[in-house]
C-alpha cells in the first residue's frame, strides 16, 4: 500500500504461522556488489546506486530475483530484448536481509565494546 509516498505492507502477527527468528544474513549481505551506474535509456548523466539482478544471482541468492517480461521502453532502448525476461530486484526481501545483518553487526559492536572496557579497567 502506497499513501503520501510511504509504503507499507501487511505485517499483522495474527496473519503468520510458524513465526521464527531468521538465521544470519551477514555473508549474503556481504556478498553483495553495491553499484554506481547511468541508465542506458533516458540517460541524464546522472549516476544512481543500487545491486545489479545477475549479480546478485551470481552472489547466491536467486531468490531475490524475478523476472517479467520487457517493456516497449526497455526494447526501444534495447532491441534485443524484444521477446525477452528482463530481471527485477525484491527489494522488500533485501530490505529485511539489511537490517538482520545490521542487527548481527550491532550486536558484534556491542560485544567489542564491552570487551575493550574490560581491557581498559585493567
Same mark, same amino acid.
Given at each position: 500500500?502506497? +499513501?503520501?509516498? /510511504?509504503?507499507?505492507?501487511? /505485517?499483522?502477527?495474527?496473519?503468520?504461522?510458524?513465526?521464527?527468528? +531468521?538465521? /544470519? #544474513?551477514?555473508?549474503?549481505?556481504?556478498?553483495?556488489?553495491?553499484?554506481?551506474?547511468?541508465? !542506458?535509456?533516458?540517460?541524464?548523466?546522472?549516476? &544512481?546506486? !543500487?545491486? @545489479?539482478? #545477475? %549479480? @546478485?544471482? +551470481?552472489? !547466491?541468492?536467486?531468490?531475490?530475483? %524475478?523476472?517479467?517480461?520487457?517493456?516497449?521502453? #526497455?526494447?526501444?532502448?534495447?532491441? &534485443?530484448?524484444? !521477446?525477452?525476461? @528482463?530481471?527485477?530486484?525484491?527489494?522488500?526481501?533485501?530490505?529485511?536481509?539489511?537490517?538482520?545483518?545490521?542487527?548481527?553487526?550491532?550486536?558484534?559492536?556491542?560485544?567489542? %565494546? +564491552?570487551?575493550?572496557? @574490560?581491557?581498559? %579497567?585493567?
Amino acid at each position: 500500500q502506497n +499513501a503520501n509516498n /510511504s509504503w507499507t505492507g501487511i /505485517s499483522d502477527e495474527r496473519l503468520k504461522i510458524n513465526i521464527e527468528d +531468521a538465521s /544470519s #544474513q551477514w555473508d549474503d549481505i556481504k556478498a553483495l556488489r553495491v553499484r554506481n551506474y547511468e541508465w !542506458g535509456h533516458g540517460n541524464t548523466g546522472h549516476k &544512481q546506486i !543500487g545491486l @545489479v539482478s #545477475q %549479480e @546478485v544471482e +551470481a552472489a !547466491g541468492m536467486p531468490h531475490l530475483i %524475478e523476472e517479467s517480461d520487457a517493456d516497449e521502453y #526497455q526494447i526501444a532502448y534495447n532491441s &534485443q530484448l524484444e !521477446g525477452k525476461k @528482463v530481471k527485477t530486484m525484491k527489494y522488500s526481501v533485501l530490505y529485511m536481509k539489511a537490517v538482520k545483518a545490521l542487527q548481527e553487526a550491532l550486536l558484534r559492536i556491542e560485544n567489542l %565494546e +564491552a570487551k575493550v572496557k @574490560v581491557l581498559e %579497567e585493567e
